[in-house]
């Protein structure tokens, strides 16, 4: 049984990171491949696709420094939580501005809180950070993003009951390739995401797990398609995995002035839920 220094790993809360990047055409070339978005080769000023921040001013560990798991080992700017899975549990995004192609940004990322808890399976120790993203000397967008750490068995749970059905729908192949290739457009080495030997024998998952934030990604360009507009407010929580081969059903469904969304595979629990917001 993990133990946790809680007062230890509350000690790097407060502790801040600045990184900058630019907004290359490139980047948003293969990001609107990736993910099957519609329009010509991107322009210097155009505006950049929503969330493509999740793939700007990643941490570049050297490779000799990552993990058994791909991750960069433990320390530095995150705490180093001593529990052997990470994962991206949700977040929150506020839209002041658009980001475009050609801009130079930074991003500001300070520890926000620190907490341990009992969960159904075991010991939880949840890492909330909290990002600004700017441009042109001004915030673009703010970010809330959560990060458990939990051990490797997950003990028994009971089974959650299929999703709902939204009332908009829409199907994407979950394939081996599109995981892999979100990977590396976040350079995000997680071996869960592109090793198959990895994440069944040692992880014992069925199958690849597609990334939260590609989940959030597509359920916001669903939003945005099915209200004409990106919205102004977006937030996910991850709930369940989605693996590679089943293919992942996007939902959604008028809530007030929004859309409440979520993922599911055929028949399956829901995996991440979402709302998006115009107001």
Known sequence: MATLDIDHLRSWIGREEVAEDIVTADLVR???????????????????????????????????????????????????????????????????????????????SRIADVVAKEGRTGLLCFVTVDHTIEGKGRPLLQERQDIVYRGLDGGAAKAPAAAASGRHRRRVDASAPLLFRYSALTFNGHRIHY?????????????????????????????????????????????????????????????????????????????????????
């Open 195 to 279: 090793d198959r030997r990895y994440v069944t024998e040692v992880e014992g998952y069925p199958g690849l797990i597609v990334h939260g934030p590609l989940q959030a990604t597509l359920l916001l360009h669903f939003a945005a398609e099915i209200r004409g507009t990106p919205p102004a407010r977006f937030a996910f929580r991850s709930l369940s995995p989605l693996f590679d081969g089943d293919p992942v059903i996007l939902h959604a469904k008028e809530s007030g002035d929004g859309l409440m969304l979520w993922t599911a595979r055929e028949n399956g629990p829901v995996a991440m839920t979402a709302e998006a917001g115009w107001a």
């Open 30 to 108: 293969k990001f609107k491949a990736t993910l099957d978005l519609p329009g010509g080769p991107p322009q210097i000023g155009e505006v950049a696709p929503r969330l493509l921040h999740f793939c700007l001013a990643q941490p570049a560990a050297p490779t000799a420094a990552l993990g058994p798991d791909g991750h960069p080992r433990r320390g530095g700017f995150l705490p180093p939580v001593p529990l052997p899975r990470r994962m991206w549990a949700g977040g929150s995004v506020t839209f002041q501005g658009d980001l475009r192609v050609g801009d130079a940004v930074r991003r500001v």
